[in-house]
RNA sequence: GGACGGGUGGGUGAGUGGCUAAAACCAGCAGACUGUAAAUCUGCCGCUCCUUGCGGGCUACGAAGGUUCGAAUCCUUCCCCGUCCA
């Protein structure tokens, strides 16, 4: 409990470009790793998945311009994505690049994974399947509210912060106090292990929205020029998607149902541009609360601003090489 | 030219005399989120004032008049739109 006291043994650097989808992160990373010799590290939810590529704007092999990227494409679709499977992975990374003596440069697009990767997660059981599956039985045999009064009756206090709609927190909640047979709030405050032996230098990107709406909706319909259907179609085929948790991607839901006839191409393209603008904006909301962060208004592409990140982050890196100070909390 | 149907807040669209600044949904904005997170959920959403209150004022349901204590809702005329008949 008290080793925060302690002096932490020099922490190694890692360099985080937190943004909202389409600002250009990608780009950002590659030039500092050129730059500083790094490597990336996605930290993106989809981009873990094998066969989703366009869709999810994994960065192309000219794009990645021989730096290499890791934690895209190591899972297969029936594999779920969690935030601690997400943990291991990128620490088992890390480990990799310090023995390489490589500066990390993590990719920020999903808030949670890197927030668990940098603080850790409570000691709380993992998922399971089968009670789930009971679980939203018995709530669609009851009346509503009936999940929300389980949870009552195991932690008053969780079920008070979490609201009586909110289905899928209300079942991890009772998921985790059954399993563990102790209130999830107990756990909650008995602590969550935080990534030790580095320390994280932050970079956000904000663009101004108008022009990041607009670089989305571009964007989506380069996607959709080159080859998104098809993608999905290949998936379809194959039992991909229909075994993955995709259906809840941006876009592939839309055109799985454009290849059912459900949809045309013309309202599954605003559909997506729809959905995505809304996904910068909770984006946003997440990462306008993260602190110690480097903020820059504009995108990663451009030549300024990433030699203004250059600047910051070369700044960064001397003062973490002369030494912990005693100043740095 | 005639017969119907219709014009409501950014959009769709309820509402047919007071409980209506006007349902619902969408969009938008703000926010929450410790193992589904590109997910899930919450709040706000005409303008304005303050002593921020189930508060006050103003504007609003195509336009202008009228009826009424009171009208998005009833009446008259006019202007648009749609369908049908000529």
């Keep these: 409990m008290n080793h925060s006291?302690?002096?932490?043994?020099?922490?190694?650097?890692?360099?985080?470009?937190?943004?909202?989808?389409?600002?250009?992160?990608?780009?950002?990373?590659?030039?500092?790793a050129q730059r500083l010799g790094g490597e990336v590290i996605a930290c993106d939810s989809t981009q873990l998945y094998r066969g989703f590529d366009i869709g999810t704007a994994k960065p192309s092999e000219r794009e990645r311009a021989g730096i290499p990227h890791h934690l895209?494409?190591?899972?297969?679709?029936?594999?779920?994505?969690?935030?601690?499977?997400?943990?291991?992975?990128?620490?088992?990374?890390?480990?990799?690049?310090?023995r390489r003596r490589k500066l990390p440069i993590f990719t920020v697009g999903t808030g949670l994974y890197f927030r668990a990767l940098l603080d850790g997660l409570?000691?709380?059981?993992?998922?399971?399947?089968?009670?789930?599956?009971?679980?939203?039985?018995?709530?669609?045999?009851?009346?509503?509210?009936?999940?929300?009064?389980?949870?009552?009756r195991l932690d008053p206090e969780a079920a008070e912060k979490i609201a009586a709609a909110d289905e899928q927190k209300l079942i991890r909640a009772i998921e985790v106090c059954l399993l563990a047979r102790r209130p999830i709030s107990e756990l909650h405050r008995s602590g969550r292990r935080?990534?030790?032996?580095?320390?994280?230098?932050?970079?956000?990107?904000?663009?101004?929205?108008?022009?990041?709406?607009?670089?989305?909706?571009?964007?989506?319909?380069?996607?959709?020029d080159g080859g998104w259907l098809e993608e999905v179609g290949r998936l379809v085929a194959s039992g991909a998607l229909e075994e993955s948790k995709a259906l809840d991607f941006i876009g592939y839901r839309e055109l799985h149902r454009v290849l059912d006839g459900e949809?045309?191409?013309?309202?599954?393209?605003?559909?997506?541009?729809?959905?995505?603008?809304?996904?910068a904006k909770r984006q946003m909301t997440w990462f306008r609360r993260e602190t110690g962060?480097?903020?820059?208004?504009?995108?990663?592409?451009?030549?300024?601003?990433?030699?203004?990140v250059l600047q910051v982050v070369e700044r960064e890196l001397a003062d973490a090489a002369r030494g912990p100070e005693e100043g740095s909390v």
């Excluded at 190694?12 to 389409?22: E, F, M, N, S, Y």
């Excluded at 949809?263 to 996904?279: F, H, L, S, V, W």
């Excluded at 962060?293 to 203004?308: E, I, M, P, Y």
């Design 5 to 32: 006291l302690q002096r932490p043994p020099a922490a190694d650097p890692l360099i985080a470009i937190l943004g909202p989808t389409a600002s250009g992160k990608s780009m950002l990373a590659v030039f500092l």
């Design 72 to 98: 895209i494409d190591v899972l297969d679709p029936p594999e779920a994505a969690t935030a601690g499977g997400y943990r291991d992975m990128a620490i088992r990374v890390l480990e990799d690049l310090r």
């Design 122 to 152: 409570a000691d709380v059981p993992q998922r399971s399947e089968e009670l789930r599956a009971r679980l939203r039985q018995s709530a669609s045999e009851h009346e509503p509210g009936h999940l929300r009064r389980i949870l009552r």
């Design 194 to 224: 935080a990534l030790e032996g580095w320390h994280a230098i932050k970079i956000a990107l904000q663009p101004e929205r108008d022009k990041l709406y607009q670089r989305i909706h571009q964007r989506a319909g380069k996607m959709l």
């Design 263 to 279: 949809m045309d191409i013309e309202q599954a393209r605003m559909a997506i541009q729809q959905a995505t603008r809304r996904y």
């Design 293 to 308: 962060v480097h903020r820059f208004a504009g995108f990663g592409d451009d030549a300024a601003l990433q030699n203004d």
